[in-house]
Structures are given as structure tokens and as C-alpha cells.
């Protein structure tokens, strides 16, 4: 388990965590592991607030499960609890088209200064990483980690 840096005024807070979503065919190249406590991962592009164990050399958006909500069975989907060790927060966008939005992917402002609240998510770099959206196209809601870079 982490221990929270203190910040510039001597406090500490908490790490932010969350409760994923995952499955045995996508938690590890094997398929068949399920998760453990302690396990290092990283946001998975399956679904919807989903997570899988972390690749090898992987540098960022890395949490740790500290429990294990409901394991994953089969082809049943599992829940984990994670602690993000570089996402400071969770956030709501808005787009105007959920088709433009890859889980996975960096959030960017999307129109001119005429357009005051809208986000696609096709860019490979950034730090608002899409992790859910409510639908699969139209207008609607995109879910993002705020992550340190």
C-alpha cells in the first residue's frame, strides 16, 4: 500500500481510488488469473471503468487493488477496488458525439472559441485519459482521470 506524499503544507492526503470493472480474458495475457490484492494495473479499453493487471515497462496511470469486490468467473465480470497511484481525480465532460470518444484515449477540447463545452477523445497524449462514456454515439457524457504527467 502506498503511503501519501505530503504536500507543500505539510499535509497529506488521500490516494484516489475507485471501484473498476474486470474480466479473466482481459486481466493478464493468459486470461485465466484472477485478481489479487496488491496488484499493480492500468486502465483497460474493454468496457466502461474497466482495469487490467499493468503491462511490463508501464510509467503511468498505474493503481494497486486493495480488495477484491467480486472476483471475475469465467466470462462473468469482476469488480476490484483500485488505489490510483497518479490520477488526482475523476471528472464529467460533455460531447457532442460519443462516437469520437476511444476509451483509452486523451480528452481535447473539440470546436472553436464558439463552442463552449464540448470534448472528443482521439489523442494519444494528455493528461484527461477517457475511461467511460454513456453511449456509443450522440451527445452525452464522458468519463476522464485526471492524471499527473
Known amino acids: 500500500m ?14 484516489v481510488t475507485h471501484t473498476h470493472a474486470c474480466t479473466l480474458a482481459d486481466y493478464t495475457a493468459a ?15 474493454t468496457g466502461n471503468w474497466y482495469v487490467a493487471r499493468a503491462a511490463d515497462n508501464s510509467t503511468k496511470r498505474l493503481g494497486s487493488v486493495t480488495k477484491i469486490e467480486l472476483a471475475p468467473s469465467g466470462t462473468d465480470v469482476g469488480y476490484v477496488t483500485v ?8 471528472v464529467e465532460l460533455t460531447t457532442d458525439d460519443e462516437s469520437t470518444v476511444t476509451l483509452g484515449n486523451s480528452c481535447i477540447k ?21 475511461v467511460a462514456k454513456s453511449a456509443t454515439s450522440g451527445a452525452g457524457s464522458v468519463y476522464a482521470a485526471v492524471c499527473a504527467l
Do not use: C, H, K, M
Not at 503511503?3 to 488521500?14: A, C, I, K, S
Not at 486470461?31 to 479499453?45: E, I, K, Q, Y
Not at 488505489?83 to 475523476?90: G, H
Open 2 to 15: 502506498a503511503v501519501p506524499l505530503r504536500n507543500l503544507n505539510g499535509e497529506t492526503g488521500d490516494l
Open 31 to 45: 486470461g485465466t488469473t484472477t485478481p489479487v490484492v496488491n496488484d499493480l494495473v492500468s486502465f483497460s479499453t
Open 83 to 90: 488505489q490510483w497511484y497518479d490520477v488526482l481525480a475523476f
Open 110 to 130: 473539440d470546436g472553436d472559441t464558439t463552442v463552449a463545452d464540448n470534448v472528443d477523445a482521439g489523442a494519444t497524449t494528455g493528461s484527461l485519459i477517457a
